[in-house]
């Protein structure tokens, strides 16, 4: 669904995956690396993906995460306004609203 959603708001935001697999798979950040490249290559994720190496909580404040599952989408303005937040896989319903807040018209 977000690869979907990408496709259709190409000209109007930049996604960036954000991956925190070493956090449940410690080892060589760059194999993991290579690992979520190769993940969202076979996906099909034409936007890019990093990797966290920093420590949970430091992401999950970053970010203001409120639960330390998986996934969760926050769109966020270039000013830095929180647009949207979805925690949980996206429904094909969630995704509309997505593409309202990321194009303004929320």
Known sequence: R???AHA???????FIGVSWDLFDHPGDPKKVAKKVA???DSAGVGYPSVLFTGEPDQLFEA?????QLIPQTVVI???????????GM??????????RAARGTA
């Open 90 to 99: 996206l429904t094909d319903d969630d995704v509309f609203p997505l593409i």
């Open 2 to 4: 977000l690869v979907r």
């Open 38 to 40: 190769k993940f969202a």
């Open 8 to 14: 259709g708001l190409a000209d109007a935001a930049e």
């Open 63 to 67: 970010l203001g995460l409120s639960s």
């Open 77 to 87: 303005a270039a000013d830095g306004t929180e647009l949207f937040r979805h925690h």
